[in-house]
């Protein structure tokens, strides 16, 4: 079992930036890969970007240049640092764990860009 906790969202204006924050219970080294989806009311939980055990990235064509993707294994945790914020980022944003035979979700934490 991994428990999984975001933090840092919040409320910020449209061109402002916010840093989100998983939490992982147990250690990450392992792990294929972390990531970060998001949902928006009336849509489907979409990617927006994820990093391999190995360092590898993959970012959403919509945030990339304006989002980075990290971690840290040694606090097992994940970041996403959101800069550019822009309205249409506004949603739910849930940080994944994959592991290949198992995959976990935190509980998600609301983004939200006022224009």
């Known amino acids: 079992q991994v428990q999984l906790v975001e933090s840092g969202g919040g409320l910020v204006q449209a061109g402002g930036s916010l840093r989100l924050s998983c939490a992982a219970s147990r250690s990450i080294f392992s792990f294929f890969a972390m990531g970060w989806y998001r949902q928006a009311p009336g849509k489907q939980r979409e990617l927006v970007a994820a990093i391999t055990s190995g360092g590898d990235t993959n970012y959403a064509d919509s945030v990339k240049g304006r989002f980075t993707i990290s971690r840290d294994n040694a606090k097992n945790t994940v970041y996403l640092q959101m800069n550019s914020l822009k309205p249409e980022d506004t949603a739910v944003y849930y940080c994944?764990?994959?592991?290949?035979?198992?995959?976990?979700w935190g509980q998600g934490t609301q983004v939200t860009v006022s224009s």
């Open positions: 994944n764990a994959n592991l290949l035979v198992d995959d976990y």
